[in-house]
């Protein structure tokens, strides 16, 4: 028994943004395998031909152990994502699945890097993750509020510039009021936040806000939310307001001088 199986990031959505590695995996495989939405995502030329096998938002663990039952049997498969793989999607599970099942010495996996979703945002908004910066998804589904608190906690105690995964869903809407309370007690109202909306997809939507101004109600599951550090500000251009952190290159070096 002997097989490959490649976990997929396919970016943000838009295909141009889809990276050649990943669109060379796709095009030599033979199955495809992904949650239904990701694959929506996927044009129609790299599925013709291909099986194809998709399932809903809470058949990750199926459909992984789908995807390693046809790569065991000689099937060249692929797992999509959106995104990065390695980043709140699949890398990690196949990898778990594989250990789980014993087929570490019997398949090669593969992980091919994607665009992740919180630099199509970043892209979007300006440039706030120049400096150092903390992630902390505020699905509760696989990890414990409490935990949650804590990172969010101490990442906005560190003045890291925060990015939310995951902010808000139908199930969990005091989530998020309640991890902005917590980074308000250590940074001001007026802080820069800046809400991405469906990155380089149909229906994308670009937000500046403050801390103690941002509608709640405006933030879904299809959204990346960027809080600035102490240092962020809103700059004005012909592009519109944008978020910056600077690096402090103006600090050491000095900034000024140059031809308009």
Request: aromatic share 4%; charged share 20%; net charge negative.
């Amino acid at each position: 028994m002997s097989g490959r199986i490649t976990v997929v990031g396919l970016g943000p959505g838009d295909p141009s943004l889809l990276p050649p590695l990943a669109r060379a995996a796709l095009l030599r495989s033979q199955a495809i395998v992904g949650y239904k939405g990701y694959i929506e995502l996927l044009e129609q030329d790299i599925l013709a031909g291909r099986q194809v096998l998709s399932t809903g938002m809470t058949g990750e663990v199926e459909r992984c152990n789908a995807a390693l039952d046809l790569a065991c049997s000689g099937v060249e498969t692929v797992v999509v994502s959106s995104g990065d793989a390695g980043i709140y999607a699949m890398a990690g599970l196949v990898l778990e699945l594989v250990e789980a099942r014993g087929l570490a010495m019997a398949l090669e996996v593969e992980v091919v890097p994607g665009i992740p979703a919180l630099c199509a945002a970043a892209a979007l908004l300006g440039a706030p993750l120049m400096h150092d910066f903390a992630v902390v998804s505020l699905s509760d589904l696989l990890t414990p509020w409490e935990l949650i608190e804590r990172r969010v906690t101490a990442a906005a105690g560190a003045d890291f510039v925060i990015v939310l995964y995951n902010p808000r869903s139908g199930r969990r809407k005091d989530h998020l009021p309640r991890a902005l309370a917590l980074i308000a007690a250590h940074r001001p109202g007026t802080t820069p936040v800046g809400l991405v909306k469906r990155a380089y997809r149909l229906g994308q939507e670009v937000i500046l806000a403050s801390l103690e101004g941002l509608d709640v109600e405006a933030v879904d599951m299809q959204s990346i939310l960027v809080v600035g550090n102490s240092a962020t500000r809103l700059v004005a251009g012909q592009s519109g307001l944008r978020m910056l952190t600077p690096r402090g290159y103006a600090g050491k070096y000095g900034l000024s001088g140059g031809e308009a």
